[in-house]
Structures are given as structure tokens and as C-alpha cells.
């Protein structure tokens, strides 16, 4: 199985400040269509992960431009530009190149 | 409007089994690859398996493979995985989502239903 780690766990944030996360695999998640396959996710206390990020770094629908991923092969970013009060919660990775599909164990982002 | 819709929480003795559905709404059914992961209290999400819409291909995760059965019903739109042998640490939300897949790969979970929570005790 992909063994996913991200780091920090606990991300302390200020309103306004940038913020980055880090994602790693222990292979590598490029596909042989050139994609790497890593997608992150949101998920708010009570409700179901919403997708932020997909294919490491494609915005989804909807997902404010202060979002951005990148990365290739086994490490992956996420970084918000300017933290708002909406975006507490815990951050997931999941690659999705090969099953069992595996998520990191999250960090956790809220206000310092 | 694209959607999906669980059903509700359930209650379960150890060794009972259990059955979830999931109510698609727009052209998921026909249209779109559905996965079903699960989420232990405080844990990270767990994937457990993925059905591609013409029920062909269905992956089940090894830890679950005979004991979790994927399914689908084409009068109503609606998927289903039934676990059994359900032990303590199966208590979790489960949460199925709409995702985007190959033979062997799968990205962008774009839609997921509300989540399902199953107690087992």
C-alpha cells in the first residue's frame, strides 16, 4: 500500500498570513498519463471532505484562487495565500493512483 | 442537480450486518465511477471501495474483500455496500462520493453524501 504522511499536523494560522502544508508519498504518484495522482480535501468539524485540489495541482469548482497546489512524484503542497476564518479545518491528501486509494493522516489548521 | 443521499444513522450488535444506501441524483448512476470511504471517530477517511457506472468493475479494498459487498440498483439510482461481521471498530461515518477513474486510478472526488453513521455496540 502508498503510505501517505503530511506535515504539520497542527498548523497554528493568523487571518491574513499565508499558510503551506506538506504531503508526501512513500512512491511515486505519477501516472503514466503524466498527471500525478493527489488530490487534497477539506473537511469542517460535522461535515463531509469537500475536494479543494485535484491531480496536485488543478483548483476544483468553486475553490478560492488563494488555493494552490503543487508538487510531482512523492512531494506535494498546499498553500493558502491569505488564510480566512473559513478555512479551519483539517486538510487531507489522497492518492488515488493505485488501490487501496490512501489518505494522509491530516493537518489540522486553526487561528494562533 | 448533481447530488448523493445517504441513508440514515443505524445502531448494530457486534457479528450483525449492514446495509447503506446511497441515492443518486443527475447523471451520476449512469455516468460517473462512485467510491465509498469511511471515517472512525477522529481518524482520517479510509477508502473501502469504488463501482464504475456500467457495474462491471467494482475494487473492494483487501481488508474488506468478503466481507463487504458493493451493489447497485438501476430502478432507483441507488448504490449500496452491506458490511458483515461488523466488530466494534467498524463504528465510523460512512461517506460515499462521486469520483473520476480509470482502470486503476481514480481522482477528484467532486461530490460526497452527507455521511452515514453506523454504531457498532
Known amino acids: 500500500d502508498i503510505v501517505m504522511t503530511q506535515s504539520p499536523l497542527f498548523l497554528p494560522v493568523t487571518p491574513g498570513e499565508p499558510a503551506s502544508m506538506s504531503c508526501r508519498s512513500n512512491?511515486?504518484?505519477?501516472?503514466?498519463?503524466?498527471?500525478?495522482?493527489l488530490d487534497w480535501y477539506l473537511q469542517k468539524p460535522g461535515q463531509s471532505p469537500h475536494l479543494l485540489i485535484f491531480?496536485?495541482?488543478n483548483r476544483a469548482s468553486g475553490v478560492p484562487d488563494r488555493f494552490s497546489g503543487s508538487g510531482s512524484g512523492t512531494d506535494f503542497t498546499l498553500k493558502i495565500s491569505r488564510v480566512e476564518a473559513d478555512d479551519v479545518g483539517i486538510y487531507y491528501c489522497?492518492?488515488?493512483?493505485?488501490?487501496?486509494?490512501?489518505f494522509g493522516p491530516g493537518t489540522k489548521v486553526d487561528f494562533k | 442537480q448533481v447530488q448523493l443521499v445517504q441513508s440514515g444513522a443505524e445502531v448494530k450488535k457486534p457479528g450483525a450486518s449492514v446495509k447503506i444506501s446511497c441515492k443518486t441524483y443527475g447523471d451520476i448512476f449512469t455516468k460517473n465511477y462512485v467510491s465509498w470511504v469511511r471515517q472512525a471517530p477522529g481518524q482520517g477517511p479510509e477508502w473501502l471501495a469504488t463501482?464504475?457506472?456500467?457495474?462491471?468493475?467494482?475494487k473492494v479494498a483487501q481488508n474488506f474483500q468478503g466481507r463487504l459487498t458493493v451493489s447497485r440498483d438501476t430502478s432507483t439510482s441507488t448504490l449500496y455496500i452491506e458490511l458483515s461481521g461488523l466488530r466494534h471498530h467498524d463504528t465510523a461515518v460512512y461517506y460515499c462520493?462521486?469520483?473520476?477513474?480509470?482502470?486503476?486510478?481514480?481522482?477528484?472526488?467532486?461530490?460526497w453524501g452527507q455521511g452515514t453513521l453506523i454504531t457498532v455496540s
Open positions: 491531480l496536485a495541482s
Open positions: 512512491q511515486s504518484l505519477q501516472h503514466n498519463s503524466g498527471y500525478a495522482y
Open positions: 463501482i464504475d457506472p456500467l457495474d462491471v468493475i467494482s
Open positions: 462520493a462521486r469520483g473520476y477513474c480509470g482502470r486503476e486510478s481514480c481522482y477528484k472526488f467532486d461530490q
Open positions: 489522497m492518492q488515488g493512483l493505485q488501490t487501496p486509494f490512501t
